[in-house]
Every structure is written in structure tokens, then in C-alpha cells.
T-cell receptor
Framework: QKEVEQNSGPLSVPEGAIASLNCTYS??????FFWYRQYSGKSPELIMS????GDKEDGRFTAQLNKASQYVSLLIRDSQPSDSATYLC????????????FGSGTQLTVLP | KAGVTQTPRYLIKTRGQQVTLSCSPI?????VSWYQQTPGQGLQFLFEYFSETQRNKGNFPGRFSGRQFSNSRSEMNVSTLELGDSALYLC?????????????FGPGTRLLVL
């Protein structure tokens, strides 16, 4: 079982819709969770970080964390064509010394 | 603050050669991590350096090595290049001070091995 798994995609949504991206992780001791966006040919850029159970909102983006279910998600409201990218889920275990582990990414296409 | 910088941005080498990539972290960040990204394998962790010491290591052969200098700048070396080493090599930095801290990526070095 991979340490961090994401829904395989690709995912297509119409402009203005809600895009839902999901991620599960295997290390129950994980403490820090991140969503990165990566445009084709570019490096990953941070969208959201979340550390506590529940929801965290930032503009059109909402991250949701459920540690009991070992599940983290990203919702993108009012999706725009500029949101078309690969979204990477990343997880770090307890303690700053632990490395960041990435999922394989979900490719999102927002159709105009 | 300036972001993470990587040099060179593009590189073409032939099989059997070696290559050295450089990374300068964000000012104040003391940890540098290196990743290899390919279309088939995704983002794979190579190693992480802090205080000039390798702290974490991924599952790559010994041809891949790195080091960190006292100013936190880091270099990565790949010896005896193979065609499969063609990839985007990403460097990322973080403070390595707090439990909850974010890692930021540089623009990457795209390596093509012919």
C-alpha cells in the first residue's frame, strides 16, 4: 500500500462547478498535511496546509482533514479554467525531522 | 524574501557523464530536500539535508548523492548518467525548526540524458 494515495483522475469539471480532490494516508501519526498545485512544466506551489481536524478555508479553496479516517480533501469552489493543473497531496509524520511524502497527484481539467 | 533558486535550469548530458545541480534555499531556511519528477513515477524523494548532514534518504541508487554547505546551499550530483535519469529535479527548502512548517519548491532543473 502506498503511503499517500490520491484519486487517480484525470478529473474534469465544468467551469463554475465544485472540484473535489481526495487523499488518504497510511501513517496514523501524520501531523501535517499540504496541498500543492503544479502546472505543466512548472514546480509545485503550495495552496493549503492543514494540521487539525475539520475544515480550513482560503478563498475558493477548502481543505478538510479527518485524522480518524486518515483522509484529507481539497474542494475548489467556482472552478476556473486557470485551476486546470495537477494537485499533489503531501503528508508529514510527527516531528519536524520527518520528510514530506507526496501522492502521485490528480490531474484536474476545468472545462470552459 | 527571495524564493528557492536552482541552477542550471536546463541541462543536456550524455550517458555515462556526471552532473551537479545547485540549490539555494530561502533565506533562513536550513533544510534542503531534493526530488526527482518523471511522468511515469511522479514526485520521488531523493534526500534531505539539514546542518550539512543528510537527515532523510529516499530509495535511489548510490549514483545519486548530495551535500549541503554551511550557508545551507546544497548540491546534488548524479554520476554515470543513464537515460532514465532524464527528469525534472526539484529542490525544496524549509526552516527545519517547527513541527508545522511548509516546504517551498524551486523552479527545478530539467535534465535530459541522451
Amino acid at each position: 500500500q502506498k503511503e499517500v494515495e490520491q484519486n487517480s483522475g484525470p478529473l474534469s469539471v465544468p467551469e463554475g462547478a465544485i472540484a473535489s480532490l481526495n487523499c488518504t494516508y497510511s501513517d496514523r501519526g501524520s501531523q501535517s498535511f499540504f496541498w500543492y498545485r503544479q502546472y505543466s512544466g512548472k514546480s509545485p506551489e503550495l495552496i493549503m496546509s492543514i494540521y487539525s481536524n475539520g475544515d480550513k478555508e482560503d478563498g475558493r479553496f477548502t481543505a478538510q482533514l479527518n485524522k480518524a479516517s486518515q483522509y484529507v480533501s481539497l474542494l475548489i469552489r467556482d472552478s476556473q479554467p486557470s485551476d486546470s493543473a495537477t494537485y499533489l497531496c503531501a503528508v508529514r509524520g510527527y516531528g519536524s525531522a520527518r520528510q514530506l511524502t507526496f501522492g502521485s497527484g490528480t490531474q484536474l481539467t476545468v472545462l470552459p | 524574501k527571495a524564493g528557492v533558486t536552482q541552477t542550471p535550469r536546463y541541462l543536456i548530458k550524455t550517458r555515462g557523464q556526471q552532473v551537479t545541480l545547485s540549490c539555494s534555499p530561502i533565506s533562513g531556511h536550513r533544510s534542503v530536500s531534493w526530488y526527482q519528477q518523471t511522468p511515469g513515477q511522479g514526485l520521488q524523494f531523493l534526500f534531505e539535508y539539514f546542518s550539512e548532514t543528510q537527515r532523510n534518504k529516499g530509495n535511489f541508487p548510490g549514483r545519486f548523492s548530495g551535500r549541503q554547505f554551511s550557508n545551507s546551499r546544497s548540491e546534488m550530483n548524479v554520476s554515470t548518467l543513464e537515460l532514465g535519469d532524464s527528469a525534472l529535479y526539484l529542490c525544496a527548502s524549509r526552516p527545519f525548526q517547527f513541527d508545522q512548517e511548509t516546504q517551498y519548491f524551486g523552479p527545478g532543473t530539467r535534465l535530459l540524458v541522451l
